[in-house]
């Protein structure tokens, strides 16, 4: 895709390609040419020659229609001429009367006002192999800055594009200034004139990189502006505002009256912005797209909205009506944080208001930001000042130290039942306040039960319930709470001792501690070299979990402290009786709006041991009167046979299992009685149970040393040092070494399921599902009835795209009496990717449907319906999927498809949209779509 900026300083945004290019699989441009005529008073008239190639079916669907996006207020659009171009050289002119104007997509009457437009062309009989040719003009009538002209154009070397030409004839009287990146241009003089030519091409386009911050400074790309600097700039927007920025009467009586009584000038300001947030409605007029100036005063006072511009006007005019002097501030309101180096408004798309006095920031037109504070992506960012005696380039300050913070409480009781209960409040204030604010009008709008089982859902918990209480998100206080609880059940296994597990997420609102402020773990790990937004941030957290009479704590986790310069976490454990705590405190100390270099690369490696720090394993075991677990399953009991015994000749077969367990006095006790007198302290002995003490307190490298000495003191000790050290490894994340031990155990114990099962886990997580498969098949042979390894067989086989296969586990583990809660979601997505059962699939995702409104069962029932042709019935599920997960490409393909099936015509906008956001998308449908 195109992006294409331009227009006085308006920047339009011209959709002549966009809307065709942005799939770059299905269309290409062959050629594409911008000529523009700038006068000397900045009008402009621009002529734009596309050639759009559909590659394919779905790219001739795409450009039977295309887009041209024009200000219908400063621009005339006129279509020169427009046809269909055949392979044989056959030209198949549009019909004229065929063009019609409308709003563009992502707009409508309620949600923004706008002097956009779209032209639309519709290209006839235009299939796979064709051109899509046009030829169109744009005259930009009206410069809204009077002698000001701005251009620009970025590209994305993922779309394919053969040519590119682009010329600006301007006068060199209006001093055009040029910023190239990527792109060759060359300029000659002509006269009174001055060309500049530019031209690009990327025929063969490259993977788009994912940036957390705004990919401008790295995409192919040019600018022009007639304009000196940014004070400039600023300049030309505040001579607009100078004639708006008057106190009518209006606006001096309301100034007045929201003031009576109260001196205090700070209380007057706060006052004056708290009104003016609540009562001016948002309505989307962008700054950089469409009008750059503000309304009247009393306009917006009578019509009760504006956008960020109007907002800043009419607080500065109330303001002024009490004397206070105020500033407008012209920056980015999303992440881009640098400017172009020729003063333009591309990444200028927010104004916000700034009262030097008081050293005080306000926006407000974010609904949810109480009095002085901001959204944290408005710190740190260059920004012009404008006010009333002029204009400069200056920098937004950083997030002070101290006034953002968050607090999440939680309260868990685990019952002898399985069933976890708890009870948590979220507390945050200053910037951080507004995500909480958020999520507030979240529940306001689609409910608390939608957010919480969204919330649930997103910490991976299935058959959860809670509830969510919060104050008026719009009722201003210094701090703001969220309350909820929740009821999870299906944790018996967690009570045996078979199985250790993680301190409960519960329902957590706010991220885990780091995970925002210094860039989410997601982008660290995508792209952990990439700068990102970063604030200074105290957060903390107290969590604590009850266990039931009868049971006991054999493992806790360490505590664990990570320091950089920048960055303070701890996590502190302790035990009260049945219950256990952890106390974690995050903060960060930062003087920069970037994360960068050396900073972004320590600052990655804290947050992942932060990350690593939440997954430390909690084991809870029956509290036996001798110590010792009572297994649940007599033909498997828990404590195997003592490898300490081989190595020393002498049976001590509870040692290990002590050991991994916690009791590491009592398992060198018995280690002590079963080795020989005048055993070395450097045994194998010894260093195997020290590795295993090491590993139950989750310090990792020692106990890798530790099996490590074991291993070549006796290298035919048999699978238990490799296993365990596999065991580390794996938490270590050093999967291939984990393997590598794994296949070295599995040869002296090819028997031993749990060694196996291990290693069929870390394939999944190398996504070898079909070795998965394989390990899972030894193991259902040595456990043919237990149902849980045969349902988790029948998961990997569906991952491994045997659907069949995994049908039939799903069945097998009905028969050995699974729940159908737990079996008909997998059959349900397993048999409609079948290659001959998807008709049986409608039952089991019906039934799994009347339990939980998964997205991913309605598109698999939708699958089934859409592969019989019932293609209503698909649309329906499709429809309701997509709906529930807005951000699902596969989900908006597949509606679009079912749409043109039944002849819909939004189907091909569905279609267009889902090929936009990914490119492939056509190659990720099941088979038989």
Sequence with gaps: MRVLLAGAVALLLLSASQAATEEAVSVSINLQTNDIDVASDGTSVQKVHAELHADNDAGAMRLNQVQLEFNSATQQLDILEAYTLKPDGTKIPIDMNAVFVRLPQDDSQNASITDRRVKVIIFPQLESGDVAVYTVVYKNTAEVFPGVYTFGIAFKPSAPLKEERDTIVAPKSLGLRTETHGVEFTSEDRGDKVVYRWHYAMPSPTAEKSVVISPMDELPRYFV?????????????????????????????????????????????RKLYEWVDSNIRYIAIELGEGTLVPHDVDAILTYGYGDCKDHDLLLRALLKAKGIETQSVLLNGSNAYTLTQVPTLVQLDHVITYVPEMKLFLDSSALVAPFGVLPFAEYGKPAIFVSEQGASLGTMPVLASGTASESTTTT?????????????????????????????????????????????????????????????????????????????????????????????????ILGVAGDGPMGTIASLKSNAADPTPCFS????????????????????????????????????????????????DFRSTID????????????????????????????????????????????????????????????????????????????????????????????????????????????????????????????????EPYGARASAYSKMNKTRLALADLDTALKTSPGD????????????????????????????????????????????????????????????????????????????????RSEDEFAEAVGPCSKALAAEKEPSLLESRGVAYFRQ?????????????????????????????????????????????????????????????
């Design 225 to 269: 502006s007639n304009v000196k600097d940014y004070a400039e700039l600023g300049r030309a927007y505040g001579a607009k505002l100078a004639s708006k920025l008057t106190v009518t009467p209006k606006v001096a009586a309301l100034a007045d009256k929201l003031t009576a009584g109260e001196s205090d000038k700070r209380e007057q300001i």
């Design 412 to 508: 868990m009781q685990l019952s002898a039942a399985g069933v976890l209960t708890g009870k948590t409040t979220a507390t945050a204030t200053g910037s951080s306040q507004m995500l909480l604010r958020i999520v507030a009008l979240a529940m306001q709008a689609v409910s608390p039960d939608k957010i919480v089982s969204q919330l649930l859902e997103a910490r991976g918990y299935r058959n959860a319930t809670g509830t969510l209480k919060a104050a008026s998100p719009l009722v201003r206080t210094a701090t703001y709470s969220i309350n909820g609880d929740f009821t999870i059940r299906g944790w018996s296994e967690w009570l045996t001792g078979t199985k250790v597990t993680y301190m409960p997420l519960g329902l957590r």
């Design 537 to 584: 941030v105290h957060q903390t957290e107290d969590f604590s979990l009850e266990i039931p009479a009868g049971t006991r704590f054999a493992m806790i986790p360490a505590d664990t402290r990570v320091t950089t310069e920048n960055i303070e976490f701890t996590a502190h454990w302790t035990t009260s009786g049945n219950t256990v705590s952890v106390h974690r």
């Design 592 to 719: 920069q709006p970037l994360c960068t270099g050396s900073l972004r690369a320590k600052t990655a490696r804290a947050v992942f041991a932060i990350a690593a720090s939440y997954l430390e394993p909690i084991r809870i075991v029956p509290d036996h009167p001798e110590g010792a677990l009572v297994s649940q399953n007599e033909a498997q009991p828990l404590i195997a046979q003592d490898p300490f015994g081989r190595a020393a000749g002498t049976e001590s077969k509870n040692a290990v299992a002590l050991a991994q367990l916690g009791e590491t006095d009592r398992a060198m006790r018995l280690i002590n009685s079963a080795t020989p007198a005048g055993a070395p302290e450097g045994s194998y002995s010894r260093h195997l149970a020290q590795g295993l003490s090491f590993l139950n307190a989750s310090q990792l490298p020692q106990a890798v040393a530790e099996l490590t000495e074991a291993i070549r003191i006796n290298p035919e000790a048999g699978p």
């Design 753 to 832: 399921t749990r060694l196996r099962q291990m290693h069929a886990d870390l394939l999944v997580q190398e996504r070898d599902y079909d070795g998965a498969a394989a390990d899972y098949n030894a193991i259902v042979r040595a456990e043919p009835d237990d149902r849980a390894v045969v349902l988790r067989r029948a998961d990997i086989r569906y991952h491994a795209d045997k659907y069949e296969e995994a049908a039939a586990d799903y069945r097998r583990a009905l028969k050995l009496g699974a729940v159908e809660a737990d079996v008909e979601p997998g059959l349900c997505r397993a048999l409609a």
């Design 869 to 929: 042709g019932k293609f209503r019935e698909a649309l329906g599920d499709f429809d309701a999927a997509w709906k529930a997960s807005p951000d699902s490409a596969r989900l908006l393909y597949e509606r679009g498809i079912a749409q043109v099936k039944l002849g819909i015509a939004a189907g091909s906008k569905d279609i267009d949209e889902a090929a936009r956001r990914q490119p492939n998308i056509a190659h990720r449908l099941p088979a038989g779509m």
